[in-house]
């Protein structure tokens, strides 16, 4: 009896804390879905007013977010790439690979995640426009090409690959590219996976560096630039909203599909 009591406190709890994650959520499609001032006038309900449907459609529209979502899969998936590259390779080599000051590069390196973005903001943007690099994909995919936290989360998982793995494959002849490849990646393939979603997931919604170098809203919109222009071009307030919905159902979908993966790798070496 005890048991079914305390799981069934564990559901409750469980149902709660969804309602309050999920609420904002439910309450941005209500709003969407109602006409502004006919939402006001009823004095704010828990429920849509009018359901105007054709919300999405408008938004879409006026909000060019077909050019925007394409070019933010883009921007995004080469993001991924090349960070999954210089993460993989550079935690390999803090991992397993002997070298001068090694611990005080490593400190250095992650050192620059206490670095806020407004701190390093002006001189991109400076370098980025001496380049001539403005309103392009080299600008919004280089800067973030490395990232101390993947190499960071990387290395503790290659930490966690036992020792007899590595002295075997260097017994067998196998060089630093082949063990990376054959063993390493392998075996931390959980945190590499959670890590890929991490990534995509902050890349996607980025906001203030890609405003810093997009300066043609029309033609080189991302995501977050194409919702800001949407909700200050004097529309309707619904309209910015069913604008971030829909948007919003790529990241829904990847969570959705990779959320064991994430969760397995975030937690990788917790449990022994």
Not at 67 to 88: H, W
Not at 197 to 223: K, P
């Amino acid at each position: 009896m005890a048991e079914r009591l305390s799981r069934a406190g564990v559901y409750v709890a469980l149902i709660v804390a969804a309602a309050i994650v999920l609420f904002p959520i439910y309450m941005a499609f209500v709003q969407a879905l109602s006409p502004p001032g006919l939402y006001a006038s009823r004095g704010t309900p828990l429920y849509p007013v009018g359901w105007d449907w054709d919300v999405f459609s408008r938004a879409w529209d006026r909000g060019n977010l077909a050019s925007a979502i394409g070019r933010s899969l883009v921007v995004t998936g080469l993001i991924v790439v090349v960070q999954l590259v210089t993460s993989v390779l550079s935690a390999y080599a803090f991992a397993f690979i002997d070298f001068p000051f090694k611990r005080l590069l490593f400190a250095v390196f992650l050192a620059t995640m206490l670095l806020p973005i407004e701190v390093t903001l002006l001189g991109n943007v400076v370098t980025i426009r001496q380049w001539g690099w403005i309103d392009s994909t080299a600008a919004l995919v280089l800067p973030t090409a490395a990232a101390a936290f993947g190499t960071f989360l990387l290395r503790q998982a290659f930490l966690g690959i036992p020792g007899e793995v590595r002295e075997a494959a260097v017994l067998d002849g196998v060089g630093d590219m082949g063990f990376l490849v054959r063993f390493a990646i392998p075996l931390a393939r959980p945190v590499i996976a959670s890590y890929t979603v991490v990534t995509a997931l902050t890349a996607w919604g980025a906001y203030l560096w890609h405003r810093a170098v997009i300066v043609d809203t029309a033609g080189s919109a991302t995501v977050p630039i194409a919702l800001r222009t949407l909700a200050s071009s004097g529309s309707d307030g619904n309209i910015a909203l069913a604008g971030a919905l829909i948007v919003s159902a790529p990241v829904v979908l990847v969570l959705i599909v990779f959320q064991r993966a994430l969760v397995k790798g975030l937690t990788a070496g917790a449990v022994k």
